[in-house]
């Protein structure tokens, strides 16, 4: 299947601070990538929609201005969570569309831990 | 929006048994449910899909039903195996008109006892 990356793994900021984490498709092209948050012991919670060269689709509850996304081609997206705090620790998940139409499918990154002291 | 129950959040059940977790959906317009296995602190695997055009598939061990009059469909596990436990995810989505991302469930930890 086709291999979704990201980076960091692993984060531990300091409370106030800004992160960036990278959401690359490695083997193929995907126009669409989602952002998705895992709290422990909890199940994954769409964030938004990233769509390349166009503005990012938040869902319900989900600051802009907090969590930006940038698409920039089509295979990069990121997520830059601004001024974060101890409640932004989170489980964070990207994913990218292959395919088109109905038969698509999402593949999922490895994730990123955040953690905000 | 989409919303999806899942039932039950654990299930226990004895090595070579058959485990049945059940996920219910609210919108009638979403064509595209698939289920995924998570390990602790790993991504979500995909282990079977099913489009609303088909009542039921199965591969090897796994198989899925889905009941679009219901809104309702299943992942049955048969001759579970230890390497089975672990939390699994139902999701739905509404595929090929505008790429929406997946409303999951809550989630069902498997626990198979030796």
């Known amino acids: 299947g086709a291999v979704v990356s990201q980076h960091p793994s692993r984060v531990i900021c300091k409370s106030g601070t800004s992160v960036k984490i990278e959401c690359r498709s490695l083997d193929f092209q995907a126009t669409t990538m989602f952002w998705y948050r895992q709290f422990p012991k909890q199940s994954l919670m769409l964030m938004a929609t990233s769509n390349e060269g166009s503005k990012a689709t938040y869902e319900q509850g989900v600051e802009k201005d907090k969590f930006l996304i940038n698409h920039a081609s089509l295979t990069l997206s990121t997520l830059t969570v601004t001024s974060a705090h101890p409640e932004d620790s989170s489980f964070y998940i990207c994913s990218a569309l292959s395919g088109s139409g109905e038969y698509n499918e999402q593949f999922f990154g490895p994730g990123t831990r955040l953690t905000v002291l | 929006g989409e919303n999806v129950e899942q039932h039950p959040s654990t299930l226990s059940v004895q090595e070579g048994d058959s485990a049945v977790i059940k996920c219910t959906y609210s919108?009638?317009?979403?064509?595209?449910f698939p289920w995924y296995k998570q390990e602790l602190g790993k991504r979500p695997q995909l282990i079977i899909d099913?489009?609303?055009n088909v009542g039921e598939k199965k591969d090897q061990r796994i198989a899925v039903t889905l009941n679009k009059t219901a809104k309702h469909f299943s992942l049955h596990i048969t001759e579970t195996q230890p390497e089975d436990s672990a939390v699994y995810f139902c999701?739905?989505?509404?595929w090929g008109g505008g790429a929406d991302g997946l409303t999951f469930g809550k989630g069902t930890h498997l626990i198979i006892q030796p």
């Open positions: 919108d009638s317009a979403s064509n595209y």
């Open positions: 999701a739905a989505t509404l």
């Open positions: 099913i489009r609303s």
